[in-house]
């Protein structure tokens, strides 16, 4: 595996009340091109890290190429790492996915991929793309600014996709699940975004043949974003625009309105009972930052 390169860049971390948050610095900030959407944590090469997951579009919102920044959250350092398929040929190509939601086990990293199930990438087995292949994998081919072609990467780093797992939902997010001693279990959280309260959420169990469904439950929230379970604790991300988000709180059996609030545009969920936090993020240009909440305040004593 190829070290980490030296970050260019550092997200700045600071606190908001009692609350944990890294804001962008760069035109990440702002940028229409790439949009932040699904997190988790894992650790990569001894480090533990906090992984953001970016798709990007063009100007008639098509998708052109997706990635995830790790960030190692001892040295508040990042790195992206482009996420590619590779076709029978060798050729790396840019996954063109949502990427609304991640769940990372081990060198496994799953990505919901709205209407096109969950993919796999391997982190254990990470390459170096250069020149031609880097600019493809990073979505960078048609860039432009004023007439003049932006700076195109010289080398990127990737992550290969190695399977597509069919489940039987739109799959729009993704979280882990966790037993009460707060140690993962082999099952996931999958879920539907919809404007209306029709979207489904489903628990999973991960085998050697995919998503084995345990069982669905259709909550009656609308945009749903993100969902995190531990033990029988069911954790539920509403979005409402530009409106702080609404985090919900309960089982399968129903879900009462918590009174924590959540960034504006918030998405995915992801639980880290290393540091004890619920950490979340707003995807909204302007307003983005990635927020971790302590256990103790969302109910999970």
Same mark, same amino acid.
């Given at each position: 595996?190829?070290?980490?390169?030296?970050?260019?860049?550092?997200?700045?971390?600071?606190?908001?009340?009692?609350?944990?948050?890294?804001?962008?610095?760069?035109?990440?900030?702002?940028?229409?091109?790439?949009?932040?959407?699904?997190?988790?944590?894992?650790?990569?090469?001894?480090?533990?890290?906090?992984?953001?997951?970016?798709?990007?579009?063009?100007?008639?919102?098509?998708?052109?190429?997706?990635?995830?920044?790790?960030?190692?959250?001892?040295?508040?350092?990042?790195?992206?790492?482009?996420?590619?398929?590779?076709?029978?040929?060798?050729?790396?190509?840019?996954?063109?996915?949502?990427?609304?939601?991640?769940?990372?086990?081990?060198?496994?990293?799953?990505?919901?991929?709205?209407?096109?199930?969950?993919?796999?990438?391997?982190?254990?087995?990470?390459?170096?793309?250069?020149?031609?292949?880097?600019?493809?994998?990073?979505?960078?081919?048609?860039?432009?600014?004023?007439?003049?072609?932006?700076?195109?990467?010289?080398?990127?780093?990737?992550?290969?996709?190695?399977?597509?797992?069919?489940?039987?939902?739109?799959?729009?997010?993704?979280?882990?699940?966790?037993?009460?001693?707060?140690?993962?279990?082999?099952?996931?959280?999958?879920?539907?975004?919809?404007?209306?309260?029709?979207?489904?959420?489903?628990?999973?169990?991960?085998?050697?043949?995919?998503?084995?469904?345990?069982?669905?439950?259709?909550?009656?929230?609308?945009?749903?974003?993100?969902?995190?379970?531990?033990?029988?604790?069911?954790?539920?991300?509403?979005?409402?625009?530009?409106?702080?988000?609404?985090?919900?709180?309960?089982?399968?059996?129903?879900?009462?309105?918590?009174?924590?609030?959540?960034?504006?545009?918030?998405?995915?969920?992801?639980?880290?009972?290393?540091?004890?936090?619920?950490?979340? @993020?707003?995807?909204?240009?302007?307003?983005?930052?990635?927020?971790?909440?302590? @256990?103790?305040?969302?109910?999970?004593?």
């Amino acid at each position: 595996m190829p070290r980490l390169f030296r970050p260019t860049w550092r997200p700045v971390r600071g606190r908001s009340g009692r609350a944990d948050e890294f804001r962008w610095v760069t035109a990440r900030s702002w940028t229409n091109r790439w949009y932040p959407q699904g997190i988790d944590t894992g650790v990569l090469q001894g480090r533990r890290m906090l992984a953001v997951s970016w798709f990007r579009q063009d100007a008639q919102r098509r998708h052109l190429a997706s990635r995830v920044t790790l960030i190692d959250l001892a040295r508040r350092r990042s790195i992206d790492v482009a996420l590619v398929v590779e076709t029978d040929e060798g050729r790396l190509e840019p996954a063109r996915i949502h990427t609304g939601g991640l769940a990372w086990f081990g060198d496994r990293l799953f990505a919901a991929a709205t209407n096109q199930g969950i993919w796999e990438f391997d982190l254990g087995s990470l390459r170096v793309a250069h020149g031609d292949a880097a600019v493809r994998a990073t979505g960078s081919a048609n860039d432009s600014s004023r007439g003049r072609r932006r700076r195109a990467p010289a080398r990127a780093l990737v992550a290969v996709r190695t399977a597509i797992h069919e489940v039987p939902l739109r799959c729009s997010f993704i979280g882990r699940v966790f037993g009460a001693s707060g140690d993962p279990v082999s099952r996931m959280v999958i879920g539907e975004f919809r404007d209306d309260d029709r979207g489904r959420l489903g628990e999973f169990e991960l085998t050697e043949a995919g998503f084995a469904p345990i069982r669905t439950f259709a909550p009656g929230i609308p945009r749903m974003q993100g969902a995190a379970l531990w033990e029988d604790r069911l954790l539920v991300s509403q979005s409402d625009g530009l409106a702080p988000g609404t985090l919900w709180s309960g089982t399968f059996d129903g879900l009462d309105r918590a009174t924590e609030p959540l960034p504006a545009g918030c998405q995915d969920l992801a639980l880290s009972p290393e540091t004890r936090t619920l950490w979340t @993020l707003g995807e909204h240009p302007w307003r983005r930052v990635v927020r971790g909440l302590p @256990l103790a305040r969302v109910g999970i004593e």
